[in-house]
Each structure stands twice: as C-alpha cells, then as structure tokens.
C-alpha cells in the first residue's frame, strides 16, 4: 500500500512549500552559517550517513577476508587496522551522534513547540567540533592508522609503534561536540517547552532523548580524561598504565567502560524514543504505559552508570565486584523489558497500518529482544568466562547497536523523511529494502554467535579451518544487508530530487512536530503553537496548524 | 539431549567439570529466552491480524496499563534474570575457588606464544600436559601485554596481564588435545598465539613427569628471548635457589626463621600478614610477586621500605621461580604467627 493515510484534514498537496527552512537561502554559506537546528540536524544527518558509509565499506572488507582461514589479499597489520577503523567511525562518528545529533536537532524543538533550540550558536559550533574531531581522526588514519581496537586496551595502545594520536585526538574532539549537544537539549527541554506543553505531556522521543543528554554531559568527559591519559602514555611514556612503573592496565579498562557501557545507552535510548513515537503513530494509539516508558529511560540513564565491571568478568577483578556488576546488569535489563512490554501492549485495541517505517519497528523489537536477552545471558557471569571476547560477544552488541539502533535509525529516516523533505518515497520499495536488511542482519549475526558458542575469539586476522563454514555463512548474509543499504539510497535519492511532494501530516499522526508544515518554516510555526491535547492521544483526530501561507486552511479539525 | 543441544548451539566437547555447569545454564538460559520471546512475538503477531487498519481515520479507544500488568512486566522477568545470576555465580565461584591440593602451573603468555613451566621440573612452550581427573591450578602472567587464556573445550578464560599473577583452576574430564586460544587481542600475531592442552591418564601422566625429572632430553621449542639466561635447572625450584643468591635476596632475608632485615622465608608462603596499614593479607603467589616488583606497596607492619624494585630485572620465568623456592621453604611447624619484625634497624632509614 503506497499511498498515505490521509488525516481528515490536510493542506492541498505541494502547495506549502512557499517559505520552507530549505528554500530560505539556498545558497552554500546560508547552510554553513544557518543557527535554524533544522539546518544543523540535515548536515548532522549528511555527515553521519557518509560515516555509515565509510564504516559499512571497512566491515565488508573484514568479512571479504574471513572468508579464508588463512592470510589472503591484506596483510594482519591492514586487517587489524580496518576493524579498529570500523568500530572507531561506527561507535563515535555515526552511533553516537545519530539520532540525537541528527534527528534530535531537528525534532526536539518541533516537539516542544519551541521555535530553536536553546543556543543555536553552540548548535552550529556542535557541528563544526565534530566535522574538525572527525577530520582528524580520518587524516590520522590515511597517515598510519591506529590498529589497537576501538577499545584502546593499555598496554597495547600505549606500547603499539603505529601512530595512534590523530585518532585518539579526533575521538577526543567529537566528545565535545557530544558535550555541547547534551547541554543544549537539557537546557532548551527545561526552559523552551510551551505554554500548556509540561513534563507529563512530552512525546516519548523527547524524554529519549533527554535521558541521552544527561549520560552525554556525565560520561563523556571520563572518555576525554582517558583518551588523553592513553595519548600522553604513549607520547611520553609516564607509566600511568606500565605496571613496570606502578601503572595499572585495569585502571585503563575501568575507566573506558565506565564511559562506554553508558555509552551503549546514548546509542540505544535515542533509538527507543524513535520507537515509542513511532509505534503509536503506526498503531493510531496512545502508549500502553506512557510513565513507564518514560521513566525506564531515566532509570536506563541511572543504572547504566553502575554496570561497566561486566565487561572486565575474566580481566582479574575480584569474584565479589564481579557479582554485583552481574545483579547490576539484571537490574538494566528489566527496563528494556518494560519498554518492550509496553510497545507490544500498544498494538492491543489500536488500528495497525503497515508502512516501511512500521516493518523496521518490528525488526527493532526482535534484534532488541535477542540483543537484550543474550546480554542478560553474558552478564551470568559463569556464561561469560566462556563468551568473553568470542564472536558471541560480537554479535551481542551488533544485534544491539546495528540491529537495534540501525534499525531505530532507519524506522526516524522513514518515518519523518517527509518531515524533513516534504517528499514521498516508494513505500514497496522501502518495504522490500527493510525485508532485505532484516534477513541479511540475520545471517549475517546469527552464524556469529554460534562461532562464539564454538570459541572463535574476535578480532581473528587467521583462523583453525572448523570455524570456516559458519564465517562463509556469516560474509554471505553480509552482502545481502549491503545490498539492501544501496537499495535505500538509490529510492531515497530518487525522492529527495523527483519525490511526489507530502501533505503536511501524511501517517495522520498526533506527534507534536506534524502540526506545521512539512518542511516546516525557518522559524518552525507561523503561531504560536497551542497543545490542547496528549501528543499520543488518538481518540481524536489530528490536528494541524494554519498555515500563513494558506490563511483559507482554517484550523484544520473538520470532522 | 545434552548432547543434541550442545551440537545444535555448536559448543566444542564438554572436557573439564566446568563445562558441564556452564553448558547446562546455557541451555537453561536459551531454551527460557526462545519460549518467552516466542511468546511475545506471537502476541505481536496476533495484534498486527486482529488490529490492523481497516479504514483511514478509524480511531481508537484509549487503554491505560495497569499497575498489575507493570508489575507483571517487572517481576517475571526480574525472577528469571535472578535466577540465572544465582546459578552463575555460584558456578563462577567454583570456577575461582581452586580445591586445596591442586597440582600447579605456571603459564606464561608473550607476544605471541605460550609458555607452561611446572615446579617440579619441566617446562615447555605451546603444549600443556595434564592428567585427567585432576585439579589443575594455572597461575598466570604475562610478558609484555595483555592475553587472554581460553580453552573452549573447558569453557575457561581468564586474562594474562603484565606485572601480577592471576590464577584459574580447572579438572579435565575427557582425554584428548584441545586448543588454547588467545582471547585478548595483542597484536599482529594475536590470531596464530595458539598452544594445545593434552589431557592424559593419571598415571601416564605421572610416567611422562618421571622421564622429565630424569633429565631426558626435553623439547624445547620457541626462541629463547632477550631475557631468558641460557642456564638449564632441573626444576623451578632449584633454579629459584641460585637466583635468590645471586641476586643478593639473603643479604636482608633468612631461610631459617631466623630474624633479619627482611621478612623469613621459611613458612612465608600461606602466612597471614599484617600491613602497616592495619590491613591483614594472605601471602600467596601474588603477594610475593608483588612484592618484588614494588616493595613500598603493601609493608608488613614493623619493617622499613628498603628493599629495591626488581622490575626489569627479573624475568617473569625468574619471579616464578624465586616464588616456587619460597613456597618449597616449609619447616615442621604448624602455627602461623605473623613476622616478627626486623633484627635491627638498617642505618639508611630516617
């Protein structure tokens, strides 16, 4: 079914785009120097997919080379480099700035009826720390490039001859942009919602992200602390991780989980925010528990900062730590239980449609179900001893960030692409592409964890021939997913340049950010906007705003 | 159906007492995950059929949860988690309690081999023997940087890190040769640091450990490094001998009991120490490591912190040594007071 849902009452199609943030200055410098968060969060948006891009071609080659159990086509060194490249753009260039950076930009103020964000000049200069972090790292790697992992482990990292300052640098850089992206949603969430919009009626994505914002501004600056100690042990030498000079290695570990566990939550909760709006505006129903999925965010943003030991179960930390970073990480996965529950819960009663962005939901619940439960299932610390650091490990956190998150990331892409652009893409095609993706992350991640189950460690140049048949399975799903990821860009492509323009609110939802115009206008509203209403209350139908352009649209309720 | 399980999940031969456990919670945990997300995507299922979109504009009454339905969502899953934990752990802490008596081995992890030396006598790089149905303790350290030694067929991990001792026990419970992996990554050479573990009959094993002492021809295979010293011992503890001397270790401690600069070493191993920090430690294997590598860290109570660092001057191969000859220090005696504290006060102190 390609064409939308018409809400009962829609402006005429195209004829709104008169005075959209697109059109408003169309010139190179009107977007370098735009403070319009629209603006910021397309360019975030821009540079992240070429960041997908770039860590999704280093994967391939990864794959292309597990084919052969023994040395083929690159050497180790090549090889070890690729996956640190892979996790280093895929962890700290694309994930972590994703949804927040990109979506979050551009939806947080429209959702909150605020016409920008807090501080639109530190929005714009987000953008920039990124472009110059991220820069820097990718110029390190053309110059000798890191090959340590994205985990960085002393002594390795700081022992390696391989120049490692460029990227540790440039990941250092792009935490203040994570920083300053934290603070401004905290501050424009706090002080910029509108008059009638308070706490209890912000759509789930705002509270998503919210709860992201205060990981960003409490984590990171641990990840800057240990990027420079890592940096300046290895330029010169001070011993902080040497135990030869009283240094400790598991200081360097603990300290890089105690960011990067909360970190596994800045990517994973914008993405449950993306889904708790999505699913109620495919279902046209409001939030099974609205409360507690909102909470579970803040309680993910808590607990998650008490379960970073379960990455260091076989490092040598003591039999005691090691069991209460196990019930910690029980505790962390119940939240995710209840926003499970409470998605499933909202399909009871509600009227189902099944567009592209609805066919990713799906995808999402399942790889977060089986992320989720294999992590509870690594977190039994006697499990772990035989998992640790074994391809089982692998696909955990690639069910988790690429299955999940992706997922999440692609449901936003689909779902508010009319928002963004005011163009329509193929719905058959997007759902052929979803159906690809799904089947191609399958065989590529399921023949992983029983290559783990078989003890097949990671981050394996070479391998004993046995592991070979599963590897072969593994790269062959792969290229499934690869091609489905082309097929998104070419209708995508096609849509942005000869898209059938959108009505203003084509999945006829309730979301806040659907009562202007789709694009919106520079300034977001041509009135004040006025929330009469739940953003997840489907009992009526949508409204939709006056547009200036169109004073004949009266307020739009014509039932 | 263990067996049908373990060859559906694709694990390796079950060939130690703790791959039993593991397994058997494995199957626990996956069968339980299977049904229960069955079960929820089937209610999704049933939804998307029962409640799909009929016309456009169709509305939708509004359902709130209910405290029951969250508790439910909460406590059930929260009960399983728990029990798995429980499970675990108490498996884990079999796994991290090797049982008195257990025969000992020191492992060595370096870029990019590994290397297992017995008290008694041999030692050897990439195979390790073991009889069967015996407690087996591993002590390990490492070299240059972090490893990870993993045997798959025994489920067991633990990591290999520089400057301390970590130890991991473990019984074979099949004969065979199995792997030895390295988990953590270390380099270029981190995917070929591979060795094998040889489980043999009990008494096998002890005619193979017999021909050993004997002084047969031992193969030696891996270069020798930088920091190993050409001298072959017959045993660890010998070898621990002679470097306590010439590395001047009796200038300041005793082998008799009696009082010097130093701590005794006679019946130091296993002693109950009390720091000058008040706290109370065990002297095992990691303390007297550690001991040597940074005196200053942990002083038993009354003496001075005069003793020089030995890190970079002794080889790991040489600590272990250096500590089997301590540990080999037993007299008759079975009480187990704390030192005494030193003879005299040495003249560099303030």
């Known amino acids: 079914m390609s064409q939308p849902a018409p809400s009962s009452a829609q402006h005429p199609s195209g004829a709104h785009h008169a005075d959209s943030y697109l059109t408003d200055g169309t010139t190179v410098m009107s977007w370098l120097n735009t403070r319009d968060h629209k603006r910021v969060g397309v360019m975030f948006l821009i540079c992240v997919i070429a960041m997908l891009f770039m860590g999704g071609v280093f994967a391939m080659l990864i794959r292309l080379k597990l084919l052969f159990p023994g040395a083929a086509f690159i050497d180790a060194l090549t090889y070890n480099r690729l996956f640190t490249l892979h996790g280093v753009v895929m962890v700290f260039f694309f994930l972590i700035p994703a949804i927040p950076s990109a979506f979050g930009n551009f939806l947080v103020p429209l959702m909150i009826g605020a016409r920008d964000v807090a501080f639109p000049r530190l929005n714009l200069l987000s953008l920039y720390i990124y472009l110059a972090g991220a820069g820097l790292a990718l110029w390190g790697m053309i110059h000798g490039a890191a090959d340590t992992g994205w985990t960085f482990y002393a002594p390795y990292s700081t022992t390696s001859p391989e120049k490692l300052f460029p990227v540790l640098l440039g990941v250092f850089i792009v935490g203040f942009s994570s920083i300053v992206t934290g603070i401004n949603f905290i501050v424009t969430i706090h002080t910029m919602r509108a008059p009638g919009l308070t706490w209890w009626k912000m759509p789930l994505f705002v509270w998503g992200i919210y709860g992201t914002s205060i990981i960003q501004v409490l984590a990171t600056p641990v990840l800057g602390i240990l990027l420079l100690s890592i940096a300046v042990e290895h330029a010169l030498g001070w011993g902080l991780f040497d135990p030869a000079r009283g240094g400790d290695p598991l200081l360097m570990q603990h300290l890089f989980w105690f960011y990067s566990h909360p970190a596994v939550y800045i990517m994973i909760l914008p993405g449950m925010g993306v889904i708790s709006e999505t699913v109620c505006a495919s279902a046209h129903k409001n939030p099974f528990g609205y409360r507690a999925i909102a909470y579970s965010s803040i309680g993910i943003a808590f607990v998650g900062f008490f379960t970073w030991g379960h990455h260091m179960f076989v490092a040598g930390q003591s039999t005691f730590s ?14 995710t239980a209840i926003k499970t529950f409470n998605w499933v819960g909202t399909l009871y009663k509600g009227a189902i449609a099944f567009k592209t962005f609805f066919a990713y939901i799906c995808g999402f619940l399942y790889f977060l179900v089986f992320g989720g439960m294999t992590g509870i299932a690594l977190a039994t610390v006697s499990l ?5 650091d074994t391809y089982f490990v692998v696909a955990h956190f690639h069910f988790i960030m690429v299955g999940a998150a992706l997922m999440a990331f692609l449901a936003a892409l689909h779902y508010w692409w009319p928002k963004m652009f005011g163009s329509r893409y193929h719905e058959g095609w997007g759902l052929v592409a979803a159906v690809l993706i799904m089947l191609g992350f399958n065989a590529t991640f399921i023949p992983q964890f029983l290559l783990g189950n078989n003890g097949m460690p990671r981050r394996y140049y070479t391998y004993p021939e046995h592991f070979r048949a599963l590897n072969v399975a593994s790269t062959a799903g792969a290229s499934l997913l690869a091609f489905g990821f082309i097929i998104i860009a070419v209708y995508l492509a096609v849509a942005l340049r000869y898209g059938r323009r959108t009505e203003q609110n084509p999945w006829g939802s309730k979301g806040f950010e ?5 694009p919106p206008p520079t300034h977001n509203f041509h009135e004040d906007p006025q929330y009469p209403e739940d953003p997840h209350d489907y009992r009526t139908p949508p409204l939709t705003q006056p547009s200036a352009a169109h004073p004949e649209v009266e307020v739009g309720h014509a039932v | 159906m263990n067996e049908f399980l373990r060859r559906m999940l694709f694990l390796p031969p079950q060939a130690s007492s703790y791959a039993t456990l593991v397994d058997h919670l494995h199957f626990f945990v996956i069968l339980t995950t299977l049904v229960m997300s069955t079960a929820v995507g089937m209610t999704a299922i049933f939804f998307f059929v029962r409640y799909r979109r009929r016309h456009e504009g169709q509305r939708t009454p509004h359902v709130e949860t209910s405290k029951v339905a969250e508790a439910l969502f909460i406590f059930v899953p929260l009960a399983f988690f728990l029990l798995w934990f429980a499970i675990g752990f108490r498996d884990y802490v079999y796994l991290s309690t090797p049982p008195p008596g257990s025969m000992d081995v020191y492992v060595m992890g370096k870029q990019w081999m590994w290397k297992f030396a017995y008290p008694e006598g041999p030692s050897s790089a990439g195979v390790l023997r073991v009889p069967m149905g015996r407690p087996v303790r591993l002590l390990m350290t490492s070299r240059d940087v972090i490893h990870s030694f993993y045997v798959p067929a025994f489920r067991l991990k633990k990591d290999v890190l520089p400057g301390r001792y970590t130890e991991i026990w473990f019984e074979a419970t099949k004969e065979g040769r199995y792997e030895v992996l390295c988990a953590e990554y270390c380099g270029a050479g981190h995917s070929v640091m591979r060795a094998e573990v040889v489980v043999m009959r009990p008494a096998e094993f002890d005619e193979w450990m017999r021909d ?9 295979d891996g270069e020798p490094t930088r920091l190993e010293r050409p001298q072959v011992y017959s045993n660890m503890v010998s070898q621990g001998r002679v470097l306590s001397a010439s590395q001047g ?23 109950r120490e009390r720091l000058a920090s008040g706290q109370e430690i065990l002297a095992d294997e990691a303390y007297l490591t550690e001991s040597m590598m940074d005196p200053g860290a942990k002083m038993v109570a009354g003496y001075q912190n005069v003793m020089p660092s030995y890190q970079g001057r002794l080889a790991a191969p040489e600590v272990a040594a250096i500590v089997e000859y301590i540990k080999s220090l037993r007299s008759e005696s079975v009480a187990n007071a704390p030192s005494k504290g030193p003879l005299y006060e040495p003249a560099r102190t303030q």
């Open chain 1, 384 to 388: 772990d001893v035989h998992w640790h």
């Open chain 1, 322 to 335: 090691n069991g209460l970073f196990a019930v910690l990480s029980m505790f962390v996965g119940i939240f």
């Open chain 2, 212 to 220: 050993q002492k004997r002084g047969l021809p031992v193969v030696q």
């Open chain 2, 249 to 271: 270790c009796f200038k300041c401690h005793t082998i008799d009991g009696a009082q010097h600069v130093g701590p005794t070493w006679l019946d130091l191993y296993g002693k």
């Open chain 1, 514 to 518: 659907w009562l202007t115009d789709s």
